[in-house]
């Protein structure tokens, strides 16, 4: 097996910056709402090519492309082992979230009708990059209205409204949940899946059906805040997310893009507003923007 390893020597060290990223929220509480930096985890997308053609692409911190490409080749049964792989790395000509593979020929004679899936592979072999992304989406979903505004306290009793619909979790400690509220504070849909992909389509899809989604405006989540729940909110006109994690670095770029509120909480009577600080009201009066 041989490693190919990438000579932009420059490229790779911005991968190696790019594992976090620092941004300017607001810690915010009863009675102060003060501007602090914080590191957020980063989140790119990232192409596996096999045979110089397009086979998956993937969201992950960036770091270790190799060894997560070539575990994501033995767990989709690309390989069954190191052997199995001819030549592995940067391709030096391409973006540097990309790699290539080539497999032997025995192990590609096996496999060959793996090779002819098509249904992962959502980007082009060329500019993988988060900004591409962030341009691409952007082109098909409008910024978030304003004219919403929301307290501390509402937001507070939002979160802990998730936890008490959440039965699944309760049980098992293994599920996500996703709950919708009205500008007043009224419960639109709630659910709960093993994915927080899964559990934010269905709790939308509820309140679609029921023709009441144009009235949503804050979405809990049990998880990480990540591009995708971004855009998939995006999508479904909510203005404000709430999460018990932090939001990736694309995330919150992306939402900040989108005009939308990222935050979460750190105790009781505190929280992180990531973006959108403008529709959170504090003491009567509207928090400061963010330079």
């Not at 989108?258 to 979460?264: D, E, H, K, Q």
Request: some cysteine.
């Amino acid at each position: 097996m041989t490693i190919i390893q990438d000579k932009r020597i420059g490229k790779r060290v911005d991968i190696k910056k790019r594992h976090t990223q620092q941004f300017r929220v607001f810690e915010c509480n009863t009675d102060t709402c003060d501007p602090i930096s914080m590191d957020l985890i980063g989140e790119e997308p990232f192409l596996i090519r096999i045979e110089d053609h397009p086979y998956s692409v993937v969201m992950r911190t960036p770091g270790n492309e190799i060894w997560h490409a070539a575990g994501f080749c033995l767990g989709e049964g690309l390989v069954n082992r190191p052997e199995d792989i001819r030549t592995i790395g940067y391709d030096v000509d391409l973006d540097p979230n990309v790699i290539d593979i080539w497999l032997t020929k025995e192990r590609k004679n096996k496999i060959g009708h793996l090779l002819k899936r098509k249904s992962f592979v959502s980007q082009t072999s060329c500019g993988i990059c988060g900004k591409e992304m962030l341009k691409d989406i952007q082109s098909s979903v409008q910024p978030a209205p304003d004219g919403f505004k929301l307290s501390l306290d509402r937001a507070m009793t939002c979160i802990a409204a998730l936890s008490k619909n959440q039965k699944f979790y309760q049980r098992t400690r293994g599920s996500h949940a996703a709950l919708l509220f009205g500008p007043d504070g009224e419960t639109l849909a709630f659910a709960e899946d093993v994915g927080r992909h899964n559990g934010l389509d269905k709790a939308v899809g509820k309140a679609f059906l029921d023709h009441t989604l144009a009235r949503a405006r804050i979405l809990v989540l049990s998880s990480r805040i990540s591009y995708e729940l971004v855009q998939k909110a995006a999508r479904a006109r909510i203005p404000v997310i709430i999460s018990n994690s932090r939001p990736t670095a694309l995330a919150a770029t992306m939402g900040k893009s989108l005009n939308m509120t990222l935050a979460f909480p750190v105790g009781e009577d505190q929280i992180m507003v990531v973006c959108g600080e403008h529709r959170f009201i504090h003491n009567s009066n509207y928090m400061r923007g963010i330079s």
